[in-house]
């Protein structure tokens, strides 16, 4: 089920990677600036970007460290993050590898940053992707993870969930602060900073990057314009004669680091 599943992910992705890369919610955004104000990326560091999508977050820290390394469990998202960050010029430290997050395929600590952004609610195992990253990790290492957090609320929740599922069919789940604490934890990795930032989407440039149709974006938009009052509040919907235009999202970025080797 697992194999079955991950090949779902790779045809939905090779399908929309030209759109992910494309995507403005991705090229930018105060997410990318507070992750590097967490890491203090220096040129000594060896960078790992996991399930790097259209490639905006390694070409974001290229500059400032001495190597990237871009993988993703897509070829397709590969080449196309590859040609995206190869266009934009003056950029040659970035490399590319395929890689499962949950089987990374990375000698013990061969990293001192670790990247992973909008992609962990596409994991069918979380806590064994976290593992893997401790193992990748140097000791000392940073990482951080950026991912949509689960509305506390369980009727939001539950919008959120379907809402992201009729979307997109290989999200997996999105999960809250304790979750993502108590996981941190057992994978042994030392939680430093958690944070929330809003995210404002344009719900036309939103559902384009999932390369839904006419008829799933209306049923998309529907389900957005017939939930209660407190999604459409939680999620600051904004609409204009039945069209949903843009909406709010929250997202919470963690930073965390490996132990240092212990001094005798």
């Known amino acids: 089920m697992d194999s079955k599943f991950k090949n779902r992910v790779r045809e939905q992705f090779s399908r929309t990677a030209t759109a992910y890369v494309e995507a403005k919610h991705f090229s930018g955004g105060e997410d990318l600036e ?53 266009e934009e010029g003056l ?41 893997e990253f401790h193992r990748v990790l140097r000791r000392g290492g940073r990482m951080v993870i950026i991912d949509t957090l689960l509305p506390s609320d369980p009727e939001i929740a539950e919008f959120f969930q379907t809402m992201e599922t009729m979307r997109n069919p290989t999200h997996v789940r999105a999960y809250n602060e304790d979750e993502w604490q108590e996981m941190i934890q057992d994978a042994e990795l ?46 600051k919907i904004e609409s204009f004669a039945g069209e949903v235009e843009t909406f709010t999202d929250q997202k919470l970025i963690i930073y965390a680091t490996r132990k240092e080797k212990e001094k005798k």
Not at 34 to 54: F, I
Not at 102 to 109: K, R, S, T, V
């Open 34 to 86: 507070e992750a590097a104000r967490l890491l203090q990326p220096t040129q000594d560091d060896n960078m790992l970007d996991v399930a790097c999508g259209g490639g905006h977050m390694a070409l974001f820290f290229a500059p400032m460290v001495r190597q990237v390394v871009a993988s993703d469990l897509t070829m397709q998202m590969l080449k196309k993050a590859q040609e995206h960050i190869a």
């Open 190 to 235: 030392i939680l430093q900073e958690m944070l929330i930032i809003p995210k404002v989407h344009e719900f036309q440039d939103w559902v384009k990057t999932a390369g839904l149709n006419r008829t799933q974006i209306q049923n998309l938009n529907k389900f957005f314009m017939d939930a209660p009052a407190a999604v459409h509040d939680y999620f």
């Open 91 to 131: 950029i040659d430290n970035v490399i590319f590898r395929e890689a499962d997050a949950e089987d990374l395929p990375f000698p013990a600590g061969s990293f001192t940053l670790l990247t992973c952004r909008i992609a962990p609610h596409h994991f069918p195992d979380v806590p064994r992707a976290l593992k």
